[in-house]
């Protein structure tokens, strides 16, 4: 397996997070060579500010995914703008689970179109979901054309899960990869989600995982 630093995006997405929190995240990203970042859009300036080589990642409909479709697209088009490279939306979930399907590929559609050719990853809230809807969620990931597919935003009732992430790498194939995200401690939690298919790993734990 490739080094499983170069997996992680170091996340900081606290609501009390502060700058100097933010600016630590980053210091740590460096020194750790991790993927990326992932914060919350406020602090995008920030960051190109205070080291422009970092990757970023941002949340979008952040963490409920009920907002309006055009209020995401807005938000996704603005941490472009700002110096995000990635771009993790929640996907609209009682949309999804009232399978008013069309309304879910459009809302992801949408996000996709206001990035361009930056990487938007679909955040599903597996633990909100049955099985077959989990499916259905990748299935219209894909045929948004998004880049990936997230378990979770970490500030719902679960995080991610091996039988979740197999799940879903299963339904994806090579199409899409897979991000784990949410309740991942321990680097053995870690290599279980990557070797059941996750491409990415998100985590706030990032130097625990790191330094077993």
């Known amino acids: 397996m490739?080094?499983?630093?170069?997996?992680?995006?170091?996340?900081?997405?606290?609501?009390?997070?502060?700058?100097?929190?933010?600016?630590?995240?980053?210091?740590?990203?460096v020194a750790n060579d991790f993927y990326s970042v992932c914060v919350n859009g406020t602090y995008v300036k920030d960051i190109k500010e205070y080291n422009k080589d970092v990757k970023i990642a941002v949340v979008v409909g952040f963490p409920l995914g009920a907002m309006t479709t055009r209020?995401?697209?807005?938000?996704?088009?603005?941490?472009?703008?700002?110096g995000a490279s990635e771009i993790d939306m929640v996907i609209a979930i009682g949309r999804l689970k009232d399978k008013n399907y069309d309304y879910v590929l459009d809302d992801i559609k949408a996000v996709k179109?206001?990035?361009?050719?930056?990487?938007?990853?679909?955040?599903?809230?597996?633990?909100?979901?049955?099985?077959e809807e989990k499916i259905k969620a990748c299935e219209l990931s894909e045929k948004?054309?998004?880049?990936?597919?997230?378990?979770s935003t970490g500030f719902s009732t679960g995080g991610a899960s091996v039988a979740d992430v197999s799940l879903m790498k299963k339904?994806?194939?090579?199409?899409?990869k897979v991000k784990a995200s949410g309740g991942i401690h321990t680097r053995d939690e870690a290599i279980s989600l990557v070797e059941?298919?996750?491409d990415?790993?998100?985590?706030?734990?990032?130097?625990?995982?790191?330094k077993e």
């Open 2 to 29: 490739t080094k499983l630093n170069s997996y992680i995006d170091h996340t900081n997405l606290k609501p009390e997070a502060q700058l100097d929190d933010i600016k630590k995240l980053v210091d740590e990203a």
């Open 71 to 82: 209020a995401k697209a807005y938000e996704a088009k603005c941490a472009i703008e700002d």
């Open 113 to 131: 179109e206001a990035i361009g050719d930056k990487t938007l990853k679909v955040i599903i809230e597996t633990c909100l979901l049955t099985d």
């Open 144 to 151: 948004a054309g998004a880049d990936f597919v997230k378990t």
């Open 171 to 176: 339904t994806v194939g090579d199409k899409l």
């Open 196 to 198: 059941a298919g996750a």
């Open 200 to 210: 990415r790993i998100g985590a706030s734990k990032s130097i625990d995982i790191c």
